[in-house]
T-cell receptor, first 117, second 114 residues
Framework: GAGVSQSPSNKVTEKGKDVELRCDPI?????LYWYRQSLGQGLEFLIY????????KSGLPSDRFSAERTGGSVSTLTIQRTQQEDSAVYLC???????????????FGPGTRLLVL | AQKITQTQPGMFVQEKEAVTLDCTYD???????LFWYKQPSSGEMIFLIY??????QNATEGRYSLNFQKARKSANLVISASQLGDSAMYFC???????????FGKGTLLTVNP
């Protein structure tokens, strides 16, 4: 079956502009996660969704970052007024969610490489 | 809090030989899961293998096996019969208790030489 897809694969933007990153999870996966990967910080958790709800947004770096998920499927991560430090690879993952225990494997998409000039 | 430590920034191995990538972890959770992912230069994170804290047997998936030593809090990845396509960054990660997010180590860059 199809894996997690993300678009765009690459995005170059100017400082101060808004960007939207899209994630399409594996069909049937109710849990969706956003991570950020940068040279300095490694892999950082940003936010996760269970269905359309985001119980924990504490990983979002600032209020310029927001995310939503509609129909329990596609998710959009929005970065407003981008800054150069936002340059990173943004990875989306999805998983089944049963008891919420540690067995659910997260499957990742190819990522969106964001460069803020 | 959970922490993953990968002490080998880079490793080299000859094709067809075995290689061990180190991972130690720290957590106060009794129930947790340990994962290894492979990230080739293309950037996608590929799931390799999973080990549960209560699993009695070490996990194996094809050429990958996980050397799980619970008392030492280590979860080393063993790749047997290395192939050129194994050249990639390898990340150890954990998810603890009812925690939903993965905590990653810094990764190890494996280079397989012909």
């Amino acid at each position: 079956g199809a894996g997690v897809s993300q678009s765009p694969s690459n995005k170059v933007t100017e400082k101060g502009k808004d960007v939207e990153l899209r994630c399409d999870p594996i069909s049937g996966h109710t849990a969706l996660y956003w991570y950020r990967q940068s040279l300095g910080q490694g892999l950082e958790f940003l936010i996760y969704f269970q269905g359309n709800s985001a119980p924990d947004k504490s990983g979002l770096p600032s209020d310029r970052f927001s995310a939503e998920r509609t129909g329990g499927s596609v998710s959009t991560l929005t970065i407003q007024r981008t800054q150069q430090e936002d340059s990173a690879v943004y990875l989306c993952a999805s998983s089944f969610w049963s008891s919420g225990g540690p067995r659910e494997t997260q499957y990742f998409g190819p990522g969106t490489r964001l460069l803020v000039l | 809090a959970q922490k993953i430590t990968q002490t080998q920034p880079g490793m080299f191995v000859q094709e067809k030989e075995a290689v061990t990538l180190d991972c130690t972890y720290d957590t106060s959770d009794q129930s947790y899961g340990l994962f290894w992912y492979k990230q080739p230069s293309s950037g996608e994170m590929i799931f390799l293998i999973y080990q549960g804290s209560y699993d009695e047997q070490n996990a194996t998936e094809g050429r990958y096996s996980l050397n799980f030593q619970k008392a030492r809090k280590s979860a080393n990845l063993v790749i047997s019969a290395s192939q050129l396509g194994d050249s990639a960054m390898y990340f150890c990660a954990m998810r603890g208790g009812s925690n939903y997010k993965l905590t990653f180590g810094k990764g190890t860059l494996l280079t397989v030489n012909p």
